[in-house]
């Protein structure tokens, strides 16, 4: 577990840093064959990026350095557990394991809607506070068939 | 509704004309008073970036052309139904409304995990196939009353 504590702490002195830099109070490390490939930290505000959490920002970081955009063989450790965002990049990347330091809840107390969006997506479309409206299915299926038919795609 | 399906027809074009340059099929565009200021197409192959999903892309660039994070006067057309990761960043970006021409059910026939990963996302942590670890949260809740403490900071 030690080894564990150690990327972890990295994680959290990268949260620290970026307060001290403008950014928010969120930082997480990738670990590669006991090697960090990636870094990240909350550059939501000073970047101009709604997208531009710790997490994200590492996995980016990650998959540029290993020039791979399937990270199964890698481990995450994130100051705070990961908002709904993160987490489907947790899963499109294919990375198994997590280590997460405050939680979804001190993540709210602090001002953040990570457990409100939590809670959103997980209603039906017609129940959530994003209006999301059906349309022109019949012209967009059409790509999807398009794909379907391609022989040698690179599926993912 | 005809404006809608003209910018909803764009982002289907996006999606088709991705397929030609080697990406999966999906596109997006984001508009703000009636134009387009953020065009998007699914580049997780190409760039070795699994967040790069035609939504996510459209979110930088849109952020990216306006200077600024928050998106709430605009308005998301994509070609497929977000997957838990985009639908994360439209809250973060505080988009309202969404216009989506295939659905999660469409995606997963053609191979892609949306459908999967919402089911996950909305499993307790200790239910999920990501394996998500609690640690040093005694350590990292110091980064937290930092940034709670801390005046003239930027909140979102």
Redesign the interface.
Known sequence: MEI??KF??VA?EL??EN?KN?G??F?AVIVCNGEVVGRGANR??SN????A?AE?MA??DA??ML?????SDCTL?T???P?????????????????????RA??A???F?DD???S???LP?NRR?????????S??????Y???M?LNK???
Chains 1, 2 share one sequence.
């Open positions: 564990h504590e972890m702490q959290i949260a620290s307060i403008g928010g109070p930082g939501v505000t101009n990026d709604p997208t959490h994200i996995i980016r998959s540029s020039n791979r955009f399937d990270l450790y100051s705070c557990e908002c709904p965002m993160c987490l489907g990049a947790i899963y499109w990347a294919r990375i198994k394991n997590i280590y997460y330091g405050n939680t001190d993540a107390e602090i001002g809607d409100y969006i939590y959103e997506i997980s479309l506070s994003v209006a999301m409206t059906p349309m022109l299915r012209k967009a299926i059409k790509t999807f398009s794909w379907a391609m690179e599926s993912y």
